[in-house]
């Protein structure tokens, strides 16, 4: 089962997580799990007003944001995922963001996108490149898997994306 994307043109932030997880696939929810911090990062960092429950995901586009993901195979851990699943979801990726134009992107995992752009580099934050037109950050992975990141530490760097987007207003 495919997990249908959160999307409509001119958004303002489209989110791009790596890939579905099971339960994500099996519910029709992006970042369903309970141990995901997706939900929580985003309403700490200002960018909802309450927080959402990933059966409101479509509540995003009010707000002006949306939600896609570079590999479309539902798995148990995204590290199952083929390199070249990865590389042609980012070519997927921005054939969207041509078509859909949001003002950023912010794909969410440090590791996909090093993967899927070739960019072996590649650090959490704002990046010099851009996918089309939209500016790009990469946000860390908010999957409770991630140790690297405390729910605080996620919502503090998803709060720097959300103040650039609001100063490029």
Not at 66 to 79: E, Q, S, V
Request: with cysteine; aromatic share 8%; hydrophobic share 40%.
């Amino acid at each position: 089962m495919t997990l249908p994307d959160v999307l409509k043109p001119g958004l303002d932030v489209l989110f791009c997580g790596i890939n579905p997880g099971l339960l994500s696939a099996a519910k029709g929810q992006h970042f369903a799990r309970p141990g995901n911090r997706f939900w929580p990062a985003l309403h700490l960092s200002g960018f909802t007003p309450r927080l959402l429950k990933p059966s409101e995901q479509d509540e995003l586009l009010d707000l002006g944001l949306g939600i896609t993901n570079l590999a479309a195979r539902p798995t148990a851990r995204a590290d199952e995922l083929a390199d070249e699943e990865l590389r042609a979801g980012g070519e997927r990726l921005t054939e969207v963001v041509r078509e859909y134009r949001p003002r950023f992107v912010a794909i969410v995992g440090v590791t996909a996108y090093r993967t899927a752009f070739g960019r072996k580099t590649a650090r959490v934050g704002p990046q010099d490149e851009r996918i089309a037109s939209a500016r790009l950050w990469v946000l860390p992975n908010p999957s409770g898997l991630n140790a690297h990141y405390s729910l605080a530490a996620l919502a503090e760097v998803f709060g720097e994306l959300r103040s650039e987007v609001a100063q490029a207003d």
